[in-house]
């Protein structure tokens, strides 16, 4: 009977959770109803990426540097590997089993660690060939090589702690930054400035040396480590991490006026390199190492590589390297970033927005009062499919409006008034410097149309789709006569450019716009020459 009773029992317990696991769902859910679905579209970067190299060696990578022109990377016995970044060209230097780390590229040298029975030496070769040489030898361990421009600089143990010390490779001589030895740790480097991890006072602080002034300047927060110093043209990035805790905050601080700015935080950030406006770290907010990137002119960070283990980033120009780690391989990717033009093509949008129309013959959308005014004035059929997604553009004047080309035409919002939109003059831009000869002024009939505002004159086919579409408050005046181009008669107007269809004999169908918007992004590079083939 007990049997019986529970299985009896246990169903009606189930339906009363889930009754009130309905109702509760009403309830939550109820407030939202009718609320529009929220817009997510993809979020466009500052760059694209080209990518230079995809190698598996099938070994582990001791050590990867790169300077924007070639890339070199050593592997546990201690086999040096270059390759040109131009061309793929790669070389293979060094047969002998020695341990090798820590690479740096340097005025045109290719340096390194080499460790010895009695310490570590720092050796370089040249990149056009020739013997290696000793920079730096002797007893004690030498590590966090760095350079910038001819400079050399490396920490030297010395006594109960480190001396930064380096080398000028241009002068060949010796250098030496700091005072009496002291627990120091990571090294960063600039023209200006030698930086470098220091423990003081019970936490990690960064030291600024000054190269010309021959001064310190002390970079510290009172309840965290500062740490992983990276340097170029007047910043400085780091991660502030408090004691005990492996997430930290990644900082760019602008080093003349002090100004911080948060790049990420609340997870672990490693290995950050900078160079130019570009920003890059190993970044574990996915509970794996991936690698991260900050455009300082956009003010926009952008993964470059999540799906694999990825670590160790290096930096040189707008190329940057990782080495991805496999359970049985090892990968180096370097990558070009380029910036992005409007004219890129673009993702689809994740989440669908009844605003936008998204086109993937051209990859592109249209979206907001740009699609209305596309849509109420002929749409495809008039103006073809966006060439560009919506972006700001500065005029001669300096005044800044939002813009998008199309295959046929060019819209643009009022800068006082987002929401009104128009063509913009690109018939009279692409026709600048072009001499039409006006015409005597007559009076206008219904088959033929004077405008004195320009000394032009409209008429047949062209008067007919002028009218039908909108006339001087879409297209704007004639700004020439009939003229035949490319076997095409056509007529320029302020905002576009009239064409008859070959082999038309319907008025109705006869005429359409030629493909100056097009025609204008290859004007600027944007788009390929082979690209304006009409269709």
């Given amino acids: 009977m007990t049997g019986n009773c529970t299985t009896i029992a246990q169903p ?19 407030p939202l109803a009718g609320r529009p679905t929220p817009s997510v579209l993809a979020e466009t970067r500052p760059y694209n990426t080209a990518q230079l190299v995809a190698t598996t060696p099938g070994i582990p990578i001791e050590g990867i540097a790169t300077d924007g022109t070639i890339l070199v990377w050593l592997d546990p016995r201690g086999a040096l590997y270059t390759r040109t970044l131009a061309d793929g060209r790669e070389t293979r230097l060094f047969d002998n ?26 050796r370089g070769v040249a990149l056009t060939g020739g013997e290696p040489f000793t920079i730096a030898t002797g007893p004690g361990e030498r590590t966090s090589l760095t350079s910038s421009g001819s400079t050399l600089v490396w920490r030297e143990s010395r ?22 030895p002291a627990a ?21 602080v960064l030291v600024s040396h000054d190269r010309h002034a021959n001064q310190e300047t002390i970079i510290s927060s009172d309840n965290a480590d500062i ?4 340097a170029d043209r007047g910043v400085l990035a780091y991660v502030r991490r408090v004691a005990g805790h492996t997430a930290g905050t990644l900082i760019l601080r602008d080093r003349q006026s002090g100004k911080e700015q948060t790049i990420t935080e609340g997870n672990l950030v490693l290995r950050p390199s900078i160079a130019g406006d570009l920003l890059v770290w190993e970044d574990w907010r996915d509970g794996t190492p991936g690698i991260y990137a900050f455009d300082r002119a956009s003010g926009k960070s952008f993964p470059l590589a999540r799906a694999e283990d990825s670590r160790n980033p290096v930096i040189g120009g707008t190329v940057v390297a990782w080495v991805g780690r496999g359970q049985f391989s090892t990968r180096i990717t370097a990558v070009r970033l380029v910036k992005t033009l409007p004219s890129d093509p673009q993702d689809p949008p994740t989440v669908s927005d009844p605003d936008l129309r998204y086109f993937p013959e051209t990859k592109h959308s249209t979206v907001g009062a740009f699609r209305q005014f596309w849509t109420a004035n002929g749409g495809l059929a008039v103006f073809g499919y966006p060439l560009t997604e919506a972006f700001e553009e500065t005029d001669p004047n300096g005044v800044k409006r939002q813009v998008q080309y199309f295959e046929r035409a060019k819209l643009e919002a009022n800068p006082q008034d987002p929401k009104q939109v128009a063509l913009a003059r690109l018939g009279a831009e692409m026709t600048n410097g072009r001499n039409f000869p006006m015409v005597p002024p007559f009076d206008s009939t219904d088959q033929r149309a004077y405008f004195a505002q320009t000394g032009h004159s409209l008429s047949g086919w062209f008067l007919t789709y002028w009218r039908d579409h909108g006339g001087v408050n879409v297209f704007g005046f004639p700004i020439s006569e009939e003229v035949t181009e490319n076997g095409r008669l056509v007529q320029y107007f302020e905002r576009a450019r009239f064409e008859v269809v070959p082999d038309s004999s319907d008025p109705s169908s006869g005429v ?18 082979e690209a304006t083939t009409q269709p």
């Fill in 12 to 30: 009606r317990w189930l339906w009363r959770q889930l009754l009130l696991a309905c109702c509760v769902s009403i309830f939550l859910l109820a």
């Fill in 184 to 204: 120091r740790g990571v090294i960063a480097l600039t023209e200006e400035a030698v930086i470098w991890e220091e423990f003081r006072q019970n936490h990690w």
């Fill in 512 to 529: 359409a716009l030629g493909q100056i918007g097009r025609e204008a992004l290859v004007k600027l590079g944007w788009l390929a020459p």
């Fill in 227 to 230: 740490i992983a110093p990276a």
């Fill in 159 to 180: 006594g109960n702690g480190w001396q930064v010390v380096g080398y000028d490779l241009s002068s060949q001589r010796p250098l030496t930054f700091s005072a009496a």
């Fill in 97 to 122: 089993d020695t341990q090798r780390s820590q690479l740096t590229l340097a005025a045109k040298t290719i340096v390194w660690l080499e460790r010895g029975a009695t310490g570590t030496t720092v």
